[in-house]
Nanobody
């Protein structure tokens, strides 16, 4: 089993930036696809971005395309989400997740392991 721990969340003004990190332990992430999801209060968990094991393939939700960038450093067993031009509607708890079958997917139920989440609050 792999344990995932997110960090980097916080309070930021609209237009600002944050970089989230997802550090893994227990197993190497080298062969896994990784995803970021978010859940706002009272809403369902939504797909944000995903990346394959090599980092050469990515996918983004339309709402974040052009503003967010997912990347990974397999040597550090860490996945990142760079968030720029943040908007109040980006406020949510952000979760990273691992897909052991290394397929990029937007379907949360496909992912095998989840972190506990990190809060992002964007003020207007």
């Amino acid at each position: 089993q792999v344990q995932l721990v997110e960090s980097g969340g916080g309070l930021v003004q609209a237009g600002g930036s944050l970089r989230l990190s997802c550090a893994a332990s227990g197993r190497s992430l080298n062969s896994y696809a990784m995803g970021w999801f978010r859940q706002a209060p009272g809403k369902e968990r939504d797909f944000v971005a995903a990346i394959n094991w090599s980092g050469l393939a990515t996918d983004y939700a339309d709402s974040v395309k052009g503003r967010f960038t997912i990347s990974r450093d397999n040597a550090k067993n860490t996945v990142y989400l760079q968030m720029n031009s943040l908007k109040p509607e980006d406020t949510a708890v952000y979760y990273c997740a691992a897909n052991f079958e290394d397929s990029i997917t937007r379907m949360a139920e496909v992912y095998h392991s989840w972190g506990q989440g990190t809060q992002v609050l964007v003020s207007s």
